[in-house]
């Protein structure tokens, strides 16, 4: 069975087509397909953009507000896959095991998220998929113009929506 | 940023034998077992100065929270106690540390960054987040929040105000961390910038949380350049974490578990 592809169309800008890699990261990726395939990642948006490092979504809808996930899932930032550049990455809090539905495209190769020991500081952040295609809007979305609001640095002045994302093929 | 900022410089005294590092304690009252890990490290050290890089205090809202019976004043009993000379670094949570409350407990203020001048070396200390410079908008506000007439104009707030201010920040935080945000590290060209302008082999930082020691390749001297990274501490029912970074005199850097 092939990984499994999907589509994050985005509003003005086009679409970023994402392989999943089911064999390293087979919890990141049914997580992420379960959210796909529920809808959330429809209406959210890019909320944390810093151009030489990464952008953020799957969290918000535009206003920033946050959408309820499910369960988090384990780390599996322990599978050998890097956080290379249009790398995509689970998001979570301090404590490892607390990704749910926010995921992170990195801009560059970002050495310093990757696992290095099974320690709560050593845990790093899980790759599970890649961009094969749409990585000139990856690079279209990491610079635009960003501002702080409230307490968020870094989001974006114009909205960057997620107007749907799609299984490929489905 | 491009360039070294203006830095200060610190000749260690002659009778400085140990030298201790600490930062990112984030003490509030909320987390008793981290102050009394604090206070029991600075009771017993046997260092002979110890430096605090930067958020000693989760929040600090003005010297005049630190009335008698605060946990602030609790904190400043600790430092004046300490028989260690004392040098404090602000830190992007406790930017608001005054002149004041330092000099009433015995503590000297340190530039960010500082070059210490100590065991034959020169140690380029940092915070660290002036470093973080991927992140524009941080940027941006710490320059408004560092510059004195922002500080004036904050401080002249009735301090019940100001801990109002600093409750809703703290509660927007708290959300901040639940949203998940994937923080940048230092730039590590800047980084080697740095050390070439101040004449510096070594960096010792906080503020990432992120404890490491980082090689930065060699200066144009050939001399190998590292970044030494500050562990924060935070203990309580599900966590024990702290850590002193400590130079001994004739011996390399090491790292320590206070607990």
């Known amino acids: ?170 | 940023m491009t360039a070294l900022p203006a830095f200060g410089a610190l000749q260690a005294p002659a009778h400085w034998r140990t030298v201790d590092f600490i930062s990112d304690l984030h003490l509030r009252p909320e987390e008793p077992q981290t102050f009394d890990a604090w206070a029991h490290y600075l009771g017993a050290t046997p260092a002979d100065a110890v430096f605090i890089l930067g958020d000693l205090f989760e929040v600090w809202v003005g010297d005049d929270a630190a009335a008698p019976g605060s946990f602030e004043a609790r904190c400043g009993q600790v430092l004046a106690d300490c028989r260690a000379d004392l040098l404090f670094m602000h830190g992007n949570r406790d930017f608001l540390v005054g002149p004041d409350f330092l000099a009433r407990h015995g503590v000297r203020e340190l530039a960010d960054p500082t070059v210490l001048i100590a065991a034959g070396q020169r140690l380029l200390l940092t915070h660290g987040d002036l470093l973080c410079t991927d992140d524009v908008d941080y940027q941006r506000f710490r320059a408004q929040v560092r510059a004195a007439g922002w500080q004036r104009n904050f401080l002249a707030h009735p301090l019940a105000e100001r801990q109002a201010i600093a409750r809703q920040m703290r509660t927007q935080s708290e959300a901040h961390h639940a949203s998940q945000a994937v923080y940048a590290d230092v730039d590590e060209p800047l980084a080697r910038q740095w050390l070439a302008g101040a004449n510096a082999t070594t960096m010792i930082h906080g503020h990432t949380h992120r404890p490491a020691d980082h090689t930065l390749g060699a200066d144009a001297r050939g001399r190998a350049l590292t970044r030494v990274v500050l562990s924060d501490w935070h203990i309580d029912a599900h966590t024990r974490r702290a850590q002193v970074l400590r130079l001994t005199v004739g011996d390399a850097l090491v790292r320590l578990d206070p607990l």
């Open chain 1, 1 to 170: 069975m092939s990984n499994p592809q999907i589509e994050l169309h985005i509003t003005g800008h086009g679409v970023i087509t994402i392989e999943l890699d089911a064999e390293k990261a087979p919890k990141s990726a049914a997580n992420f397909l379960s959210y796909v395939q529920s809808g959330h990642y429809d209406n959210t948006v890019f909320h944390r953009v810093i151009k030489n490092f990464m952008i953020q979504g799957g969290g918000f809808e535009p206003g920033m507000k946050q959408k309820p996930t499910q369960a988090p899932i384990t780390n599996e930032a322990d599978n050998g896959l890097k956080n290379h550049v249009y790398t995509l990455a689970m998001a979570r809090t301090s404590d490892p095991h607390s990704a749910t539905a926010q995921f992170f495209i990195n801009t560059v190769d970002n050495d310093f998220l990757d696992f290095k020991s099974p320690t709560a500081q050593g845990w790093g952040y899980a790759v599970f998929g890649k961009v094969v295609k749409g990585q000139e809007v990856v690079d279209a979305i990491k610079a635009v113009r960003t501002t702080r609001k409230g307490f968020h640095d870094d989001v974006p002045q114009d909205d960057v929506v997620i107007e749907k994302a799609v299984v490929v093929g489905a």
